[in-house]
């Protein structure tokens, strides 16, 4: 079983939507969560930053993590073509432990 | 300010040469992450890095490969003997403070073993 487990998708909406996208973890020790959008040949960039449990907005984004079920969650309100792109969730225990990636979710936004 | 800088961006090699990866953080950031991300996969740990120490090399293969990030100048992903399936982009990220978990990546390096 792998330490996080993401839907590879690809995942089609269509423009307005909102966009539900999730992570399930199996390491009790991470605290640290965060979600990256990775569009086609571009490194990562970093969308949200949450520290344990609970909800964090920004924008259009909202991440929520729940720690007593080991899953956490982006959503994307009124979803446009440009967030067209790959969505990375990550996740680690804090000081020196090694960042672990969710292999990423495909995401279409039909115009 | 400079983001994270990466080059080559692009980098053929045959099998059986070196390929050297060059990564420059952000300034001020004293820490980098290597990763290895293959088509349709996640990003793979390869080795964290401190200015002159490596504090995590636990996801880069023993053999063939090795890192380093000198206390001047840029940090260095090196593969030896290079074969097919070293192919993929590498990307590096940097960070200031060793408990924070605010990676800021590079474009990455897309290397080609033919």
């Known amino acids: 079983q792998k330490e996080v487990e993401q839907d590879p998708g690809p995942l089609s909406v269509p423009e307005g939507a909102i966009v539900s996208l999730n992570c399930t973890y199996s390491?009790?020790?991470?605290?640290?969560f965060m979600w990256y959008r990775q569009y086609s040949r571009k490194g990562p960039e970093l969308l949200m930053y949450?520290?344990?449990?609970g909800n964090k907005e920004d924008g259009r984004f909202t991440a929520q993590v729940d720690k007593s079920s080991k899953y956490i969650s982006l959503f994307i309100r009124d979803s446009q073509p440009s967030d067209s792109a790959t969505y990375l969730c990550a996740m680690s225990a804090g000081g020196y432990q090694k960042v672990t990636f969710g292999t990423g979710t495909k995401l279409q936004v039909i115009p | 300010n400079a983001g994270v800088m990466q080059n080559p961006r692009h980098l053929v090699r045959r099998r059986g040469q070196e390929a050297r990866l060059r990564c420059s953080p952000m300034?001020?950031?004293?820490?980098v992450y290597w990763y290895r991300q293959l088509p349709e996969e996640g990003l793979k740990f390869m080795v964290y890095l401190q200015k002159e120490n490596i504090i995590d090399e636990s996801g880069m293969p023993k053999e063939r490969f090795s890192a380093e990030f000198p206390k001047e100048g840029p940090s260095i992903l090196r593969i030896q003997q290079v074969v097919r399936g070293d192919s993929a982009a590498y990307f590096c990220a940097s960070f200031p403070l060793r408990d924070t978990n605010e990676q800021f990546f590079g474009p990455g390096t897309r290397l080609t073993v033919l």
């Open positions: 300034k001020g950031h004293s820490h």
């Open positions: 949450t520290y344990s449990s």
């Open positions: 390491n009790s020790a991470f605290q640290y």
